[in-house]
């Protein structure tokens, strides 16, 4: 190949003649001048957490791709300067590829904080732990992070990242102590090839082009951010054409066992409380001399002993869990803020139905006329299912990103709720079973309860199974990489695990089915086992198909690294 002709080359001749450290006092600020247009107000675009205030002007990256030779320069010298353990890289240099060979093109992209105007960084993060400077640079606060890792699901080119040495998230600030040396950022003072450069540009001229500037090949929408970077792609190239070259090594993500605990057994919790309510709602205002004292009484107290336990097991998934307590400072903009606070209250209300359902009911410590005890009850019992619901919708809303399109729909409040509705009556037919056990009597209203709420459960379970199977085929066919590598992750890599759950979800259908047999009398010990065991299969399952929800999502990336790539996903494999 004749390099005389490739200005890529003839580009890192000259920079690696010139390059060296620079001269004791001598500043190398290669901004480029602003534009000649005149500085007017920025129209600031209707969005929550947009923060503009402090600048008229913004300091971006400029990556020139026709320029990148790939020689991941600027990834050492970051790590370097930055004193990054090798886990951890704030740039990246991704590949991307069209035709095929022998007639391929290739070319790189070297990539870091985008410092975008709408940050889903900075929006999501629960103790905002981040900030815009007068440059228009996202800072991260490491004093203030605890941890929790929200922010790497909400950007879509993955550039916060949590920094296992340290346990907090950390990411690219474009070398600010430089910048205020004068100094160019060691990305762009490390690059042969001239392809990162710093740019001084109006704020509003960022607004007006970032849809245009801000595409590059196979990267997510500049909408979903506003990407202050601008991207040179080379002369003639048209973007759709390329793909990066890391599309078909995907790897599953963390399960996030903490949180498989907390949304399962909070969601568990919910849907108990809807069926202790909507019995006891019945025989209020319907069948006033229907008992329900014992089963009453002491399910829900149990039931806030689980509520309790799992949302201190959340805390495990912190990083610094003992700074847990400053989560809801974001609660304007950050939806894991919201769910603190939702499920805080649900907690709070739910105690206080328990406590009184105790007390009046399960221990007779308390007596109080009867529509006196009923306004109390119903009105608390209310309050429980009303704060229950927001908690439970915060919390699905935490995962509904953009930067994750497998979440990002209804379908996860969907599957939330649902998962409630199957585990709640199931553990209310279980409580009531024991409650049976430990009696004389058998009432007969009890058990046409129990089978209502036993159907109840089934139709929740198989509207599960059915949404999901349509969702996993519908997603196989999709034109977003994201959801048919989802698909693939289930169908393929977690074949024996979505196996497992089918049949799980057949044996809780079948022992659901099977748990009232024909006849008027029901032997309490069978009845005792047979919910029992209904129970844990329906646990089982509901774990496992949240366990599948986390491990087998696909988030929005910017393209990989080929060899990189290979290599982690045949550690994967391997485990």
């Not at 054409?241 to 949180?259: Q, S």
């Not at 019995?279 to 309790?308: E, K, Q």
Request: glycine residues 6%; contains cysteine.
């Amino acid at each position: 190949m004749d390099s005389t002709n490739n200005p890529a080359m003839n580009c890192l001749t000259n920079k690696l003649t010139t390059l060296g450290s620079p001269p004791e006092n001598k500043k190398l600020y290669s901004i480029t001048k602003p534009s000649d247009k005149k500085n007017k107000p920025v129209e600031k675009p209707d969005i929550v957490g947009f923060r503009t205030d402090n600048r008229d002007m913004q300091t971006r990256f400029h990556f020139r791709m026709d320029l990148c030779v790939g020689c991941h320069a600027c990834e050492v010298a970051c790590g370097e300067q930055n004193g990054l353990p090798v886990d951890t890289q704030w740039r990246r240099v991704g590949e991307i590829q069209t035709g095929t060979f022998p007639d391929t093109k290739s070319y790189f992209l070297s990539s870091g904080c985008n410092h975008c105007l709408d940050a889903a960084c900075m929006k999501g993060c629960p103790v905002d732990a981040y900030q815009v400077n007068h440059r228009g640079i996202v800072e991260h606060l490491d004093d203030t992070c605890i941890g929790c890792g929200y922010c790497t699901w909400n950007c879509p080119y993955s550039v916060p990242v949590l920094q296992t040495d340290r346990k907090i998230v950390t990411k690219c600030d474009m070398c600010t102590h430089r910048l205020d040396a004068g100094l160019d950022p060691a990305c762009v003072q490390a690059c042969p090839a001239g392809a990162i450069q710093i740019e001084h540009v109006p704020l509003q001229e960022i607004i007006d082009t970032y849809q245009t500037d801000g595409v590059g090949p196979d990267m997510p929408s500049p909408d979903i951010t506003m990407p202050s970077t601008k991207i040179t792609l080379p002369k003639d190239m048209k973007p759709e054409d390329f793909e990066k070259v890391d599309r078909g090594f995907v790897k599953p993500e963390e399960p996030h066992t903490p949180l498989i605990i907390m949304t399962i057994l909070t969601q568990l919790g919910f849907g108990g409380f809807c069926a202790i309510f909507l019995v006891d709602l019945f025989r209020t205002h319907i069948n006033p001399s229907l008992y329900m004292g014992d089963i009453l009484g002491w399910l829900s107290p149990t039931l806030m002993v689980i509520i309790g336990g799992s949302l201190n097991a959340s805390t495990l998934h912190l990083g610094r869990p003992i700074f847990a307590f400053r989560a809801i400072k974001n609660w304007r903009t950050s939806w894991l803020s919201r769910e603190i606070i939702g499920l805080t209250l649900f907690a709070k209300a739910g105690l206080a139905y328990s406590a009184f359902l105790l007390l009046t009911e399960g221990l007779d410590m308390i007596t109080l006329e009867a529509s006196q005890g009923n306004l109390i009850r119903i009105s608390l019992g209310a309050f429980t299912i009303i704060s229950g619901i927001i908690g439970i919708y915060c919390s699905s809303k935490l995962y509904r990103v953009p930067a994750r399109p497998a979440w990002d729909s209804v379908r996860t409040s969907v599957d939330f709720f649902v998962t409630g509705l199957i585990l709640g009556p199931i553990s209310f037919i279980f409580s009531l079973a024991v409650a049976m056990y430990f009696t004389k009597d058998s009432p007969a209203h009890l058990m046409t309860i129990a089978q209502v709420t036993a159907w109840f459960s089934a139709i929740s379970l198989l509207f599960m199974v059915i949404e999901k199977t349509y969702y996993i085929n519908k997603w196989k066919e999709s034109d977003i990489h994201e959801l048919s590598a989802c698909a693939d992750l289930n169908l393929k890599y977690f074949f024996r695990a979505r196996s497992l759950k089918n049949v799980l979800a057949g044996l809780t259908l079948v022992s659901l089915i099977f748990l009232f047999p024909m006849g008027e009398n029901i032997d309490k010990s069978y009845l005792l086992i047979a919910s029992g065991i209904t129970l844990l299969f329906a646990l089982t399952f509901c774990t496992l198909n949240r366990y599948l929800f986390f491990v087998t999502v696909v988030p929005r990336n910017i393209p990989g690294n080929f060899i990189t790539s290979a290599h982690d996903a045949l550690n994967h494999h391997k485990k």
